[in-house]
């Protein structure tokens, strides 16, 4: 859990991708389910979840719904700013239980 990683994108060219920085683990897959949120330059404002990663340096993160255009295009670019391990916009706690039990009056 928590922060996987922060860094500046490098060069990207669609809305399905974005290439790490060089201190990426090269490792396969090895940011498969976290999600990434774009926080500065192109394609900002996006949060996504990564489907997969290759084994490459750079590292280049195959995102599971393309960017959209908020405002700030919807290619991250280089120098694109991005941290991964950051909670997903559609998470919401819809199960909650709650347990009574009674206690005795003093």
Not at 16 to 36: K, M
Not at 90 to 97: H, K, L, P, Q, S
Not at 98 to 105: D, G, L, M, N, S
């Amino acid at each position: 859990g928590g922060l996987k990683l922060g860094g500046t994108a490098g060069a990207t060219t669609n809305n399905t991708t974005i290439s790490l920085q060089a201190e990426a683990s090269p490792e396969l897959n090895y940011y498969q389910n976290y999600c990434i949120g774009i926080y500065d330059g192109d394609a900002r404002f996006n949060t996504r979840v990564i489907s997969s990663s290759t084994y490459a340096n750079p590292t280049v993160a195959t995102v599971s719904r393309a960017f959209t255009d908020k405002g700030y295009t919807d290619v991250p670019k280089s120098g694109s700013l991005y941290k991964i391990g950051v909670v997903n916009p559609g998470f919401e706690i819809n199960d909650i239980t709650i347990i009574y039990r009674a206690k005795a009056i003093k």
